[in-house]
């Protein structure tokens, strides 16, 4: 069965939705921000997934990368995992220098090009990242107890239409 969300059809004028006028200024509450409780439910399953991984060590920050590589066969380089941890590559290097301090991953210089340094999992590294889609997936199930599947979806909709809204440009820019 496809579990991605299915899109809620919107009206668009040039391709772009209508702005919202939900919030305004004299009644902005904070708390009842979106937003807002975006940042705390990811704080939040941030701390329970790291909760579910503390046996193996990791902290939140190390056991994303430590999943990238996993999910991405053939290793990635060092600015490709920064890229996708969304992460500068100073804040990667460090990273990287704590895993592979704790031999779990390991820098391999590329027999073609010596410029390039490529990632990957030791056994050890490979071993401790299968564990993480058993926590996040134990974490974000008990975040969704009481939904049916078809809300589960909605909401995962809902959140794509405001990530596309993002991704458009559309946040923070003023209305014309």
Same mark, same amino acid.
């Not at 772009?16 to 705390?40: E, H, I, K, Q, W």
């Not at 199930?141 to 794509?160: D, V």
């Given at each position: ?35 807002? *409780?975006?940042? /705390?439910?990811? $704080? +939040?399953?941030?701390?329970? #997934?790291? =909760? ?51 031999? *779990?991953?390991? /820098?391999?210089? $590329? +027999?073609?090009?010596?410029? #390039?340094? =490529? ?58």
């Amino acid at each position: 069965m496809d579990e991605r969300p299915s899109r809620i059809p919107m009206p668009a004028a040039a391709g772009r939705p209508p702005p919202a006028d939900f919030y305004t200024p004299n009644s902005y509450n904070p708390s009842d921000s979106v937003g807002y *409780l975006m940042r /705390r439910i990811l $704080s +939040s399953v941030a701390s329970a #997934v790291e =909760r579910e991984l503390e046996s193996t060590g990791l902290t939140h920050a190390q056991w994303i990368p430590l999943f990238k590589l996993a999910v991405h066969p053939g290793g990635a380089t060092v600015a490709e995992l920064a890229r996708l941890c969304e992460l500068d590559a100073g804040a990667m290097t460090r990273l990287l220098d704590r895993l592979e301090a704790k031999n *779990l991953c390991q /820098r391999e210089r $590329s +027999s073609e090009d010596r410029r #390039v340094v =490529r990632l990957a999992l030791t056994e050890q590294g490979k071993a401790v990242a299968e564990q993480i889609p058993v926590a996040l997936s134990r974490v974000q199930n008990a975040y969704l107890a009481g939904f049916s599947r078809e809300e589960w979806l909605l909401l995962k909709s809902f959140l794509s239409r405001i990530l596309d809204n993002a991704q458009q440009g559309c946040a923070g820019k003023k209305n014309a």
